[in-house]
């Protein structure tokens, strides 16, 4: 259920008491003051309940409103009223409470969320932009990689590169040919592939991958 407005919990219970409570409740309601604040007799004669809650609303705050009626209904004998109104008080309180809660739980669920797609966006990018090693070093590699033919074994071994594949680069007259040839064709195959390859240089050419990854 929504919670109610303190006006409303305020003309409520003024609306169930009879006309001679009421009348005390006026009674005993100009002589309350909050500070420097204070209900005049101007201001409640001819005043229906609801206009008497706007006053007390208007002069007080609701909390202050609220709580005074409570003291109130409690001094001229409508304990019962009283004590329903201050559970009334209590119950919109805890609505209020777990509204709040709820709408920080849902911002917080929202704030994770952003986070979490932000950081795909950043590990993507970071991904998709940063140059791979076999790329940025692809003159280096074509001309000073010697074992080309041990690669070729691993990477079809690895399925990079198929048996048709294979005999054709096997059958280049110079490692510089077939590494180049490998950047032609096998190494289109994207991200995975040069992978792949740089896994394999790193094992088979081990100094030559120091010395780049050094400069």
């Given at each position: 259920?929504a919670?109610?407005?303190?006006?409303?919990?305020l003309s409520?219970v003024?609306e169930?008491l009879?006309k001679?409570?009421?009348?005390?409740f006026?009674h005993?309601?100009q002589?309350?003051r909050?500070g420097?604040r204070?209900?005049?007799?101007?201001?409640l004669?001819?005043?229906?309940i609801?206009e008497?809650s706007?006053v007390m609303?208007?002069v007080?705050?609701?909390?202050?409103?609220?709580?005074?009626a409570?003291?109130i209904l409690?001094?001229?004998?409508?304990c019962?009223?009283?004590?329903?109104?201050?559970e009334?008080i209590r119950?919109?309180?805890?609505?209020?409470?777990?509204?709040?809660?709820?709408?920080s739980?849902d911002?917080?669920?929202?704030y994770?969320?952003?986070h979490i797609?932000?950081f795909?966006?950043?590990?993507?990018f970071?991904?998709?932009?940063e140059?791979h090693?076999v790329?940025?070093?692809?003159?280096?590699l074509i001309?000073?990689?010697?074992?080309?033919s041990?690669?070729?074994?691993q990477?079809?071994k690895?399925?990079v590169?198929?048996d048709e594949i294979?005999?054709?680069?096997r059958s280049?007259?110079?490692?510089?040919?077939k590494?180049?040839?490998?950047?032609?064709?096998?190494m289109?195959?994207?991200k995975?592939?040069k992978d792949?390859?740089?896994?394999?240089?790193k094992?088979?050419?081990p100094?030559?991958?120091?010395d780049?990854?050094?400069?």
């Amino acid at each position: 259920m929504a919670p109610q407005t303190p006006k409303r919990l305020l003309s409520n219970v003024l609306e169930d008491l009879t006309k001679s409570d009421m009348e005390k409740f006026r009674h005993e309601l100009q002589d309350r003051r909050s500070g420097t604040r204070r209900v005049r007799r101007n201001q409640l004669e001819g005043k229906s309940i609801l206009e008497v809650s706007d006053v007390m609303i208007q002069v007080f705050t609701e909390k202050e409103a609220l709580k005074m009626a409570v003291d109130i209904l409690r001094d001229i004998g409508c304990c019962q009223d009283a004590d329903v109104l201050a559970e009334q008080i209590r119950l919109n309180s805890s609505s209020d409470e777990g509204s709040a809660n709820a709408a920080s739980s849902d911002a917080e669920h929202c704030y994770k969320e952003m986070h979490i797609r932000l950081f795909k966006y950043i590990y993507i990018f970071y991904v998709f932009s940063e140059e791979h090693f076999v790329d940025k070093h692809r003159d280096q590699l074509i001309q000073r990689v010697s074992n080309v033919s041990a690669i070729l074994d691993q990477l079809l071994k690895e399925k990079v590169i198929t048996d048709e594949i294979y005999d054709d680069i096997r059958s280049k007259p110079t490692s510089v040919a077939k590494m180049r040839e490998i950047y032609t064709g096998p190494m289109k195959g994207g991200k995975c592939c040069k992978d792949v390859l740089y896994k394999i240089l790193k094992n088979l050419e081990p100094f030559l991958i120091a010395d780049l990854e050094g400069n």
